[in-house]
């Protein structure tokens, strides 16, 4: 088996194929003249925050690091089978928005042909995505190909999906079990063109940490990896474990997460966690969000606290649509992050479940400061931060009723509106809670009286939606926001809403499941290791924290901190086969 180079960073795997071809073949040498155009293609500018630097006044952009724009190169340009992991805050979710967003890019015309799918619908929800079951027709537990292929066949949407799909991508794989993922590669070999390709031709790009949660079993029955399965060896050209970790800056705190990954703690490591159950004592009343192993337990946490507090509830009812069936439309809305009823209270504790740039994230908590409509907290935007309102489409420069040119805080005001997004940088009174206007009104050619007589054009203030205006606690510091109705949608490949939910983008967060809080980076995290039953989810859970600060764990007990086997024994295969190949590469190097 041939195996490509890759840098000292990275552990890759590679079969032998034919090669499409690299950028820069046929092309012309330009020492002088970097191409622009492929480097802003294969090494994406990202926000590392919203907030503009104090003496440049930009705001800092990082690149993907040299092993993540290898993947990117592998996928985009060579168009290999492709599986990349690595331990939690090592980028995955990074690399795999940057993969996504290329390859829209490269396919804008024929969007059809990407599929972004997941092993389970909170995942899917992140990345825009659907359910693998979803996407290929799939009912859970069965493996019957041919009542499977009758099955598909009638279903024209299924039938297409399968034909047109030049690029399936799957995240969270871990937990796809392996003999869903061989069901799967029969498929795609009966359902398309004769090819001699594995998976009928179809390039895959995997994603996942398969020391997180395991595929779920019944009856006790020990988990069936993906790479367990006999297509797997057949479908996946290379392997690239990423090695540089984003999310946790603390450099012991990264090496404790590596032995709780593998399940092999050092007497230094347990002496750490042991003393983690220390209380988390801050100067604001923000308390950790707990992570329970079962959601029944979070819904009773969350619920208690809820009743405790004073005041009247507001309840946001989801507005649901969608093409898809009624009962798979339900079956789709139910598996969605945003609930169908969401109940809150000033003094609230929240959790956002939405990424909106990379200080206000997936997991970003804050507390209720009261309900206020939309033109409240836009006539309230601290027009010093109001180039931070992130914007998703560049409005063009429109102009005030009197003529005159928009003020910056006026037109990031209008762009939120027009977007339906939140509203940031509310400035509020004196009680901390009441967004005080702040925004210049341009009347100064306008008739008191004459203002007074015009009709009130649409709604009244009265008749507005009262929003959660939510005070964030993120990296960058304290942040109060508007937070009004986000859109959640489950796409076919034609980008068709089989489900959609419009829903304010909020949970309660003074407990959350293992489950959901896997792919998010929390700042305050307690957890009862005692209550962990499951492979995995210690991992998991400690993983969420971006900090040793910012976690406290009791009950802590090495026996429940426990990695598969078989888990184990496969990562143990491929770094031993890394470590001869950099050997040899060493000695290729020595020798010349």
Known sequence: MARSQTSATSITITKKRKSTGDIDEGRPKQAKQPRKTLDTFFAPQLPVSATPDEETGKIEHVSLNEEQIRVLKMV???????????????????LLRAIISALRKKHAKKPEVISVTASTGMAASNIGGVT????????????????????????????????????????????????????????????????????????????????????????????????????????????????????????????????????????????????????????????PTELFPLRSEVDKSNAARLTSLPGELQIFEARDTGTAAADKRAKLLENMVA???????????????????????????????????????????????????????????SSTPSGKPKSSSQESASSTLKLGSMVRNVC?????????????????????????????????????????LVEFFTHQGKEIVLVVREEFRVEDNEGKPLARRVQVPLVLAWAMSIHKSQGQTIQRVRIDLGKVFEKGQSYVALSRAASLDGLQVVRFDPTKVQAHAEVVKWSKKIEEEQAALAAVEQKDTTSA
């Open 76 to 94: 985009v340009d060579e168009e290999k089978n492709v599986f990349f992991t690595g331990s939690a805050g090592t980028g995955k979710s990074l």
């Open 339 to 397: 609930p169908k009823d969401l109940q809150l209270k000033v003094d609230a504790q929240v959790m956002l479940i939405k990424n909106v740039d990379e200080t206000l994230v997936n997991g970003s908590v804050g507390k209720i400061l009261g309900f206020f409509a939309f033109s409240a907290a836009v006539a309230s935007i601290d027009p010093s931060a109001a180039q931070t309102v992130k914007k998703e489409v560049t409005p063009s420069r």
């Open 428 to 468: 509020v009174g004196e009680d901390g809670r009441t967004p005080v206007a702040i925004l210049e009104t341009e009347k100064e050619n306008a008739d008191p009286e004459k203002e007074d007589k015009k009709p009130s054009k649409g709604k009244s203030a009265k008749d507005e939606e009262l929003f959660p």
């Open 132 to 287: 693998i079951h979803s996407w290929g027709a799939v009912t859970p537990g069965m493996h019957d190909i041919e009542k499977l292929i009758s099955f598909v066949k009638t279903c024209r949407p299924a039938h297409k999906r399968w034909k047109d799909t030049k690029v399936l991508i799957i995240d969270e794989v871990s937990m796809v079990d392996g003999k869903l993922f061989d069901t799967l590669a029969q498929l795609a070999d009966r359902l398309r063109k004769q090819t001699n390709k594995p998976f009928g031709g179809i390039q895959l790009i995997v994603t996942g940490d398969f020391f997180q949660l395991p595929p779920v079993t019944s009856g006790g029955r020990s988990p069936f990896f993906a790479f367990q399965s006999k297509s797997w060896s057949k479908c996946i050209d290379h392997i690239v474990i990423l090695k540089q970790v984003f999310r946790q800056k603390d450099t012991q705190f990264v090496d404790l997460l590596n032995e709780m990954r593998r399940g092999q703690i050092s007497v230094e490591g347990k002496a750490i966690f042991r003393g983690l159950s220390r209380p988390l004592t801050f100067t604001d009343d923000l308390l």
